[in-house]
């Protein structure tokens, strides 16, 4: 917990020289959405830090996929909650490649820094599990639009687990940043806000908003930002961190600026 002019607990997650650069839903331009041929390409263009999204299904078995069915994007279809692993791993995205368990990720890929978004409640315990299992908690940071998911994955946890704020975090954030005296006692556990830039035209983030983010000790990472131009504005604004599904234009953009991380 923080307030204004107190900084949070270290997150080896965010050690990354910023602006981050993340690869959204693994990259899915250079491949199929969430799969290892995605993600590995990624890290092959130099990507660090990736982000996706994870489910469990009906055994508690926590997978990389973004839709709450496998209807859009494999061969098979069905609620993955209401689906038993033995049956959820023969689905194949875009009609070749396996769903990627969780476990099987962290352990592909050691050295990546993971965001991972939490799509459904019943996900928390095995979304956990795989972490703790893998010795995870540096190298991940759990995200979800629902505070109450968030909240879940720290007590199980523990204050190590870096976390982005929550829609209500969100909020509250937005609204300190219109008032100075609001941001002196808004509370903070989080260690990041993830945000589109703006929402039905109204912008989400504006100079006050960084600006109170960085007096609390919050990165701020925006998304999904795909071309140069958009790109290139936000990193003028002073964002932390942006995630794409173009990573060849991120990279490209932040290579010009001297601003491109490598793994």
Request: charged share 20%; glycine share 8%.
């Amino acid at each position: 917990m923080t307030r204004a002019g107190h900084r949070p607990p270290h997150f080896p997650f965010l050690d990354g020289p910023t602006p981050l650069a993340f690869v959204h839903r693994g990259g899915a331009s250079h491949g199929a959405e969430n799969s290892l041929s995605a993600i590995t390409a990624a890290i092959e263009l130099g990507y660090r830090y990736l982000e996706t999204d994870v489910h469990t299904t009906a055994d508690d078995v926590a997978v990389v996929f973004h839709d709450r069915t496998l209807d859009r994007v494999t061969d098979r279809t069905g609620r993955i909650d209401r689906l038993p692993w033995a049956q959820v791993k023969k689905a194949r995205i875009a009609g070749s490649e396996p769903i990627p368990r969780l476990d099987e990720l962290l352990a592909s890929f050691p050295d990546l820094r993971i965001n991972l978004d939490i799509k459904s409640p019943g996900a928390v315990a095995g979304v956990t599990g795989a972490i703790r299992r893998a010795d995870a908690v540096h190298r991940v940071c759990v995200a979800s639009f629902i505070d109450a998911r968030i909240q879940a994955a720290r007590r199980v946890l523990g204050p190590r687990l870096c976390t982005s704020l929550g829609r209500r975090g969100v909020a509250a954030l937005r609204l300190a940043s219109f008032s100075p005296r609001a941001s002196t006692v808004l509370r903070v556990r989080a260690a990041c806000a993830q945000v589109p830039m703006s929402v039905a035209g109204r912008p989400v983030v504006d100079r006050r908003m960084l600006d109170t983010a960085h007096a609390l000790g919050l990165q701020v990472h925006v998304w999904t930002l795909n071309t140069a131009s958009e790109i290139t504005s936000a990193l003028d604004l002073g964002v932390d961190g942006i995630m794409t599904d173009a990573p060849t234009v991120l990279r490209e953009v932040l290579q010009d600026r001297g601003q491109w991380q490598s793994s």
